[in-house]
């Protein structure tokens, strides 16, 4: 059972407009999660991470929303470029991060120039 | 600063051998994870450790798995009689946990490719 569903495999977006990636979780015990970008044959790099007392987190041109109610959050790239096609993971860990991430199973963007 | 290190990079070796990957974590992180990734999923956990003391290992695949971090600094993964269903990209990550709801970012090394043939 998938506790971190990233519904879209792909994405493709015009460069400078806005990417939108979205995540939701089934497991309520979750209370904090991150954004990783993975280029082919590398480790994932981590992004930008909010905690569940918050509902966004900015920096620079990423942005990350929780909806805690419905479960769900997004990515926010603004304004998209060619450089940040990659895959994208969410992940979400339970007792304020002190469990092991779980990962969904991304999303490859494409920024399109 | 130094980011985690894994060695090797890629590793080739015939159905029933032994591998062993090892990890540099970033220093002074207290913990140290081992995922797994296959082709169109996430990074899937493995085990992890926090110093020297292994806090989960129910994850690990099955017995041909281990891991050890003997001096609370670097670790080995070892798979022991290995199948072609191990070829994966092993990936190893550190973070260094402060308490209870101060986050815990991990930082993840480049990954260790395994293929089994």
């Known amino acids: 059972d998938q506790q971190v569903k990233q519904n879209s495999p792909s994405l493709s977006v015009q460069e400078g407009r806005i990417s939108i990636l979205n995540c939701d979780y089934t497991n309520s015990m979750f209370d904090y999660f991150l954004w990783y970008k993975k280029y082919p044959a590398e480790g994932p790099t981590f992004l930008i991470s909010i905690s569940s007392i918050k509902d966004k987190n900015e920096d620079g041109r990423f942005t990350v929303f929780l909806n805690k109610s419905a479960k769900h959050l997004s990515l926010h790239i603004v304004p998209s470029q060619p450089g940040d096609s990659a895959v994208y993971f969410c992940?979400?860990?339970?007792?304020?991060?002190?469990?092991?991430?779980?990962f969904g199973k991304g999303t490859r963007l494409s920024v399109i120039a | 600063d130094t980011g985690v290190s894994q060695d090797p990079r890629h590793k080739i070796t015939k159905r029933g051998q032994n591998v062993t990957f090892r990890c540099d974590p970033i220093?002074?992180?207290?913990?140290l994870y081992w995922y797994r990734q296959t082709l169109g999923q996430g990074p899937e956990f493995l085990t992890y450790?926090?110093?020297?003391?292994?806090?989960?290992k129910s994850r690990l695949l099955s017995d041909r798995f281990s891991a050890e971090r003997p001096k609370g600094s670097f670790s080995t993964l070892e798979i022991q009689r290995t199948e072609q269903g191990d070829s994966a990209m092993y990936l190893c990550?550190?973070?260094?946990?402060?308490?209870?709801?101060?986050?815990?970012?991990?930082?993840f090394g480049e990954g260790s490719w395994l293929t089994v043939v």
């Open positions: 992940a979400a860990s339970a007792r304020g991060g002190n469990t092991p991430l779980v």
């Open positions: 220093s002074e992180h207290n913990r």
């Open positions: 990550a550190s973070s260094n946990r402060q308490g209870a709801f101060s986050g815990n970012t991990i930082y």
């Open positions: 450790f926090q110093n020297e003391a292994q806090l989960e």
